[in-house]
């Protein structure tokens, strides 16, 4: 049977799919719509399959604060190429899933793909902008972080986001420390909020690095575990985010500089995600 120009444009806007796909559906379901619709649905889950072992480097990452400044979200969603993370509809995908979680207070990546999109799930609307783009695409990070305040940020690039929580606020406004927080835990990548917040795992083998070194380096085997303490002590300072040298003021620490801002006011945590 004959399909129309029309009748193709209308699967279009329905699915989003490309106009040749919507015409082949449309065609091998004699006209039927659903039947058109299951067939694209079909072969995006095809197209899944066969990239489910590709890498997704690219995407974009957004975030999003409660109305009161006291919750934050972040949400990355990548893909295989720069090409696909620019595009605007791809962007805008990912901002309507923030925002579904957010409303929905989804705190995992799992109740997100569970949530109802359209007449479909969001996992099953995953698997549908797959096969209408033709690259790999998921949500590959969701963060939800709580505070007093909390103030987000994201790169230039749009490939690297924070989300700090303050605390100890006090009434003071103090949305500029926070972004210059936020951008500080985007340069410098510290491990934790402090020494407390180290894995012991990570401890250990700093602990044993040192040593090792100085081992290396000739010193007598009972100044070791001194010595690794020592190297130990420079390592938070350098790793840790309240003990790091504040990027715009060396002079200061992170814990120094907040104290300034506001009397006790410090970060309780933080969520730090790159793609890439």
Avoid: W
């Avoid at 975030?63 to 990355?76: A, I, P, Q, R």
């Avoid at 103090?174 to 985007?186: S, T």
């Avoid at 909020?193 to 012991?200: L, N, P, Y």
């Amino acid at each position: 049977m004959a399909i129309t120009a029309q009748e193709v444009n209308k699967l279009r806007q329905m699915t989003g799919a490309g106009m040749m796909d919507c015409k082949k559906a449309l065609t091998e379901a004699e006209g039927d719509f659903e039947k058109a619709i299951d067939i694209l649905r079909k072969k995006g889950q095809k197209v899944s399959a066969s990239r489910a072992d590709r890498e997704t480097k690219e995407g974009t990452i957004v975030t999003s604060v409660s109305s009161d400044g006291t919750t934050g979200t972040l949400l990355s969603l990548t893909c295989e190429t720069d090409f696909v993370a620019k595009n605007e509809g791809f962007v805008s995908f990912a901002n309507t899933l923030l925002d579904m979680a957010t409303k929905n207070a989804a705190t995992s990546i799992e109740q997100i793909h569970a949530l109802p999109y359209e007449n479909i799930t969001v996992a099953e609307k995953i698997i549908e902008m797959t096969g209408k783009i033709g690259e790999k695409i998921e949500i590959s990070h969701y963060e939800v972080v709580k505070g007093e305040v909390v103030v987000p940020y994201i790169h230039s690039n749009g490939k690297l986001g924070v989300l700090v929580s303050l605390v100890n606020v006090n009434g003071a406004a103090v949305e500029d420390a926070g972004k210059d927080v936020a951008m500080q835990i985007a340069a410098m990548n510290p491990v934790a909020v402090d020494k407390d917040g180290v894995d012991a795992t990570t401890v250990q083998r700093e602990i044993e690095v040192g040593k090792e070194q100085a081992r290396q380096e000739g010193k007598p085997e009972e100044m070791l575990e001194k010595i690794a303490m020592g190297k130990l002590q420079k390592f938070y300072k350098e790793n840790t985010l309240l003990s790091q040298a504040f990027v715009k003021d060396n002079s200061k620490s992170i814990a120094q500089y907040l104290d300034g801002v506001s009397k006790g006011l410090t970060v309780s945590a933080f969520k730090r995600v790159s793609i890439g």
